[in-house]
T-cell receptor, first 113, second 112 residues
Framework: EAAVTQSPRNKVAVTGGKVTLSCNQT?????MYWYRQDTGHGLRLIHY???????EKGDIPDGYKASRPSQENFSLILELATPSQTSVYFC????????????FGPGTRLLVL | GDSVIQMQGQVTLSENDFLFINCTYS??????LFWYVQYSGEGPQLLLQ?????NKGSSRGFEATYDKGTTSFHLQKTSVQEIDSAVYYC???????????FGTGTKLQVVP
């Protein structure tokens, strides 16, 4: 049973449209993270959360919002999608702390036309 | 600020070759260092972690070592197999830091 799931797995959006990517975890971890993965850039952190109701900016938050309505769910929102946001997005959960192992979901492939 | 540099973008080896991937880091604190592996079509998963206390870690035939003097950490495996073909990411979390920083990844292709 996958502990971190993402939906949708694939998404095609139009420029200027709103996109919501969803993540659910059953690890009961406090921390959750959203990354994008691009060739030559690796994994870059967009937003993260310490728990329900909390969202924090990562290294590349511009153009993205995040929402953490519960311990289990963490969403990434693109209010006005642009072609530069075409990427693969990964959600992860972790316990936090110095030895924080992150558990990743399978990823969402987003294409913005 | 904290940073991680992973220079090798792609490595091609033959089966039973020796693997060595290097990362360098920059931080003012005491880091925990991680290696993640990502197989095709999947999310990354933890392979190894190394702290400044133990300097070394091993898992699934892979070994990670850390050199505080050169602020670098390495992933190595004596004899790679085709199933090891994947992308390998190094990552660092500074002791009091809020999240991990990842390198840019090394794509390993092992040919039979």
């Amino acid at each position: 049973e996958a502990a971190v799931t993402q939906s949708p797995r694939n998404k095609v959006a139009v420029t200027g449209g709103k996109v919501t990517l969803s993540c659910n975890q059953t690890n009961n971890h406090n921390n959750m993270y959203w990354y994008r993965q691009d060739t030559g850039h690796g994994l870059r952190l967009i937003h993260y959360s310490y728990g329900a109701g909390s969202t924090e900016k990562g290294d590349i938050p511009d153009g993205y919002k995040a929402s953490r309505p519960s311990q289990e769910n963490f969403s990434l929102i693109l209010e006005l999608a642009t072609p530069s946001q075409t990427s693969v997005y990964f959600c992860a959960s972790g316990e936090g702390g110095a030895l924080d192992t992150q558990y990743f979901g399978p990823g969402t492939r987003l294409l913005v036309l | 600020g904290d940073s991680v540099i992973q220079m090798q973008g792609q490595v091609t080896l033959s089966e039973n070759d020796f693997l060595f991937i290097n990362c360098t880091y920059s931080t003012t604190g005491y880091p925990t260092l991680f290696w993640y592996v990502q197989y095709s079509g999947e999310g990354p998963q933890l392979l190894l972690q190394v702290t400044t206390a133990n300097n070394k870690g091993s898992s699934r035939g892979f070994e990670a070592t850390y050199d505080k003097g050169t602020t670098s950490f390495h992933l190595q495996k004596t004899s790679v197999q085709e199933i090891d073909s994947a992308v390998y990411y190094c990552a660092m979390r500074e002791g009091s830091g809020t999240y991990q920083r990842f390198g840019t990844g090394t794509k390993l292709q092992v040919v039979p």
